[in-house]
């Protein structure tokens, strides 16, 4: 019984809840979809808005429009007015400016086709000024370069003078290197000059400066050329033309003339010019004006100057590829390696004679005596050669400079060097026993004169030929009766050659005088006696000395060198040679400029020296040492003056007075540069 009741309780227990459970969907059911029902008329009300919104924006858009389109109406409307009213003036302006504009334009371009030829030739020398300048302005760093380095060189003489305790520099390096720094602080100074006047040169003159320009870089390249491939790390060649041919070209050379050198000479002249001593380089002849002159007559210096008139017509012409070279072996830089060989350029003659001496140097730079001793293969040597003529092939066959299209190799000497290595050996065997055997020349037979101390022109001049107080012994002496006249045709060595004051040079403040042809080992004296109060070298006046005497300073400038004894507070004896005359400073050649001024005055107070020149003398002397009697040249005298003294006396004094020597060889040394 029991059991039954709790069975219908459970049964009706159970169907409650699925009642309850039914209900319970159902109540979920409706909450959904009422829900539903809500978000979907939320999303209708929003994508009514939306359509709304868009429609606001296209209304928005379309007024706009209307707006940008009204706007551009009225600035149109506006334009079309003011064009109305622009377009009379216009036409007012046109009718009365119409005719004179054209007429102004007609000028215009009748003045430019009138001037066109200047207008051009304007710009092409502004083109060349700024060429100038620039290339100027490079040449004067390399050369202040230069300067840097002689004062380094200068540096390194004082040591090795310390080193071996000459502290007189009798050696002479000291000096030699104070000259050279002179030559490059004269050399930026002149830069500096060519600076200031480019810019009031007509185009001839540019065209000159620029040639000179052009020959000067062509002249550095060869002459870094010149200074021997062992400065670049080749120390396989010793042999620089300097080296070889300085001071005694004919001696030092002469083992070069045997039947070898002269068929190697033969066979390069005939590759370079076809063994014509008188040509040039025929690549711009055609239209030269000077193509038809014979070099063989000129000097170096003339064929220096036609070089250069040479490379300044190339320039004209507008060739970039130029060349001036010279003679049987087509040479250049041939005042250069003339003075290196202990020529004249003033005097000697670019001849034959003169071109087969000059080619030596240029054998000599290619390695020639290394090549004669053996040290150096002919394969070597034939392409040191192929580099100096430009004709001659390499041993691979080709030219040095094929490349370029103003030369092209030809012919080869290989085999004749192959072959003659050792007929070359002993010719200058030969060539050196030779000189070791020879005479010595016999002595002058010049008669002699020496000066006396005095002021009279009547009593300067004596037959005897014992030396002056000083040592010195006059052999040849000039009084102004000889030497003060401006005629070419007076049989003198030495002429006036310009004027004080004249009306070509009216700033020039002294009296030039000099040998017509450049002969140099002439010295200036005076006949009285005085005080040497200066001796400097300036940009202008070269070497210069300036001594005290008759109430007046005389000035003499350009010297080669000074006389023996002419040192800066020295008494001057009359009759003493003060200097050579020479070439040094701004000169066009070898002279004196013989300037006088008051005492102490400096440049531009310059008096007449016109009645002065009476106590001007001209000599040329020999110097006889007080230990040996033997006559030494007066271009070696302040050498003797030193080997001259007492090698004992010297030692004494060197010991006592090393540091004030040194000092004051340094103070000369600085003050001066």
């Not at 334009?105 to 502004?126: C, G, H, M, S, Y």
Request: charged share 25%; hydrophobic share 35%.
């Amino acid at each position: 019984m029991a059991s039954a009741t709790i069975g219908k309780a459970a049964v009706s227990i159970g169907r409650k809840l699925v009642v309850n459970a039914q209900n319970f969907q159902n109540g979920i059911s409706r909450g959904v979809s009422t829900a539903g029902d809500r978000v979907k008329r939320t999303g209708r009300k929003i994508s009514n808005f939306q359509k709304a919104i868009n429609r606001e924006n296209k209304v928005q858009d379309q007024l706009e429009v209307k707006e940008a389109r009204d706007s551009q109406r009225q600035e149109l409307e506006i334009f079309r007015e003011a064009k109305k009213v622009a377009a009379p003036v216009t036409n007012i302006v046109k009718k009365v400016l119409k005719k004179p504009l054209e007429a102004l334009w007609q000028l215009v371009l009748a003045w430019a086709l009138d001037n066109l030829p200047t207008i051009i030739k304007e710009v092409r020398t502004f083109i060349k000024k700024i060429r100038l300048f620039v290339g100027t302005v490079n040449a004067a760093i390399r050369q202040t370069g230069s300067v840097f380095k002689q004062l380094f060189n200068i540096t390194k003489a004082l040591v090795q003078n310390i080193k071996e305790l000459d502290f007189r520099d009798r050696s002479g390096r000291v000096e030699e290197e104070k000259n050279k720094l002179f030559i490059e602080a004269n050399k930026v100074g002149e830069k500096i000059d060519i600076l200031k006047s480019i810019w009031g040169k007509d185009e001839k003159e540019l065209d000159e400066m620029l040639a000179a320009l052009d020959a000067e870089k062509e002249g550095e390249k060869l002459a870094d050329a010149w200074k021997g491939d062992s400065e670049r790390g080749d120390t396989g060649v010793d042999v620089s033309p300097t080296e070889t041919v300085t001071g005694d070209p004919a001696g030092a050379i002469s083992t070069m003339d045997g039947d070898f050198t002269k068929r190697l000479k033969k066979r390069i002249r005939n590759a370079e010019s076809n063994g014509d001593y008188s040509a040039m380089w025929s690549g711009a002849l055609a239209g030269f004006p000077r193509a038809g002159e014979d070099i063989t007559k000129m000097t170096i210096n003339q064929v220096h100057d036609l070089q250069t008139d040479y490379l300044a017509y190339q320039t004209s012409i507008g060739r970039t590829e130029k060349s001036a070279a010279m003679g049987a072996y087509q040479m250049l830089m041939i005042k250069e390696v003339a003075t290196n060989m202990g020529l004249d350029p003033a005097t000697t003659k670019f001849d034959k004679a003169t071109q087969d001496l000059m080619a030596n140097a240029w054998l000599n730079k290619a390695g020639y005596q290394e090549y004669a001793k053996g040290k150096m293969s002919p394969e070597e040597f034939n392409d040191r050669l192929a580099v100096q003529f430009a004709s001659l092939k390499k041993t691979s066959g080709v030219g040095e400079y094929d490349d370029q299209s103003i030369n092209s190799a030809y012919d080869s000497v290989l085999p004749m060097l192959q072959q003659g290595q050792g007929e070359a050996k002993q010719e200058q065997v030969e060539g050196k026993a030779a000189q070791q055997t020879a005479p010595s020349p016999p002595p002058s037979s010049t008669t002699t004169t020496t000066t006396q101390n005095t002021g009279d022109a009547s009593n300067v001049t004596s037959s005897s030929a014992t030396p002056t107080n000083s040592g010195i012994q006059i052999t040849k002496q000039l009084t102004p009766k000889d030497f003060n006249t401006t005629d070419t045709s007076v049989p003198s060595p030495i002429i006036k050659t310009s004027g004080y004051k004249t009306p070509s040079r009216p700033s020039h403040a002294g009296i030039d005088f000099a040998p017509p042809h450049g002969t140099r080992g002439w010295y200036c004296a005076l006949s009285v006696s005085g005080k040497v109060t200066y001796l400097d070298y300036g940009s202008g006046y070269g070497n210069y000395c300036i001594i005290e005497s008759q109430g007046v300073d005389f000035l003499f400038a350009h010297l080669e060198q000074y006389g023996p004894g002419i040192k800066r507070g020295a008494h001057y004896k009359a009759g003493m040679p003060i200097g050579e005359v020479g070439h040094t400073g701004r000169s066009t050649g070898t002279h004196l400029h013989f300037e006088v001024r008051p005492i102490g005055a400096g440049g531009g107070s310059g008096i007449n020296p016109g009645p002065y020149v009476k106590f001007l003398r001209f000599i040329q002397y020999k110097r006889t040492s007080t230990s040996n009697n033997t006559n030494i040249s007066g271009t070696a005298a302040e050498r003797s003056e030193s080997v001259s003294e007492s090698a004992a006396s010297n030692r004494t004094n060197e010991s006592n007075n090393v540091i004030t020597n040194t000092v004051e060889v340094l103070k000369q040394t600085f003050i001066k540069t």
